[in-house]
Nanobody, 127 residues
């Protein structure tokens, strides 16, 4: 069983930065591909960034590429999302997710590939 707890959301002006954290419980959670997703109000959940379980390669949605950075600290069982140059369209509830199936080495963009989710943290970017 894996529990994921996000933190770090808040209200920030356009152009500002935030760092989200996701603490994972469970001794094997560092082996899982993990991702960040977001869900704007009234819209579907969308992929933001992912980090693989092998070599920790990363990939990003086009809308955040060059502005957001995903990373993980296995010693702390923590996943991060550094968000810079935030825009009003980045406003959403942000979720971290883990794929414990071990079927994939990379972090999928399809939210259905993930079986563990955090409770979400709200990010609001004002213009």
């Amino acid at each position: 069983q894996v529990q994921l707890i996000e933190s770090g959301g808040g209200v920030v002006q356009a152009g500002g930065s935030l760092r989200l954290s996701c603490v994972a419980s469970g001794p094997t959670s560092s082996r899982y591909p993990m991702g960040w997703f977001r869900q704007p109000l009234g819209k579907e959940r969308e992929f933001v960034a992912g980090i693989s379980r092998i070599a920790y390669s990363t990939h990003y949605a086009e809308s955040v590429k060059g502005r957001f950075t995903i990373s993980r600290d296995n010693a702390k069982n923590t996943l991060y999302l550094q968000m810079n140059t935030l825009k009003p369209e980045d406003t959403a509830v942000y979720y971290c997710a883990a794929d414990s199936s071990m079927r994939l080495a990379y972090a999928a963009q399809d939210p259905d590939a993930y079986d563990y989710w955090g409770q979400g943290t709200q990010v609001t970017v004002s213009s």
